[in-house]
């Protein structure tokens, strides 16, 4: 079984970065892919971004394209988020998770009943 813990969360202004981090244990080689997603009180999860674990194609949501960044080590089973130019709407709790999709295409890949695999969060907060 994997396990995923987050860790880089915290406040920001607008305008400014974050970074978060994964650190995957256990079997991760089950699965194919990883991605973040973010919920945000009083509305439903959301994929941000994601990447297949073998090839490293990385697939975004609308709404974070160009400003933030999925990428892996593989050395350390580490996933990480960068984060930029964020903005008060990007406030939400962000998760790490694993799965292994069947399907390969969009929105499918963002969809966050695709992954099977869950940490615990890390919350973000971005003021105006």
């Known amino acids: 079984q994997v396990q995923l813990v987050e860790s880089g969360g915290g406040s920001v202004q607008a305008g400014g970065s974050l970074r978060l981090s994964c650190a995957a244990s256990?079997?991760?080689?089950?699965?194919?892919?990883m991605g973040w997603f973010r919920q945000a009180p009083g509305k439903e999860r959301e994929g941000v971004a994601a990447?297949?674990?073998?090839?490293?194609?990385?697939y975004y949501a609308d709404s974070v394209k160009g400003r933030f960044t999925i990428s892996q080590d593989n050395a350390k089973n580490i996933l990480y988020l960068e984060m930029n130019s964020l903005k008060p709407e990007d406030t939400a709790m962000y998760y790490c998770?694993?799965?292994?999709?069947?399907?390969?295409?969009?929105?499918?890949?963002?969809?966050?009943?695709?992954?099977?695999?869950w940490g615990q969060g890390t919350q973000v907060t971005v003021s105006s």
């Open positions: 256990g079997r991760t080689y089950s699965s194919n892919f």
């Open positions: 998770a694993a799965g292994k999709l069947r399907f390969w295409n969009m929105p499918t890949i963002l969809a966050p009943y695709e992954y099977n695999i």
């Open positions: 990447i297949d674990t073998g090839g490293g194609t990385t």
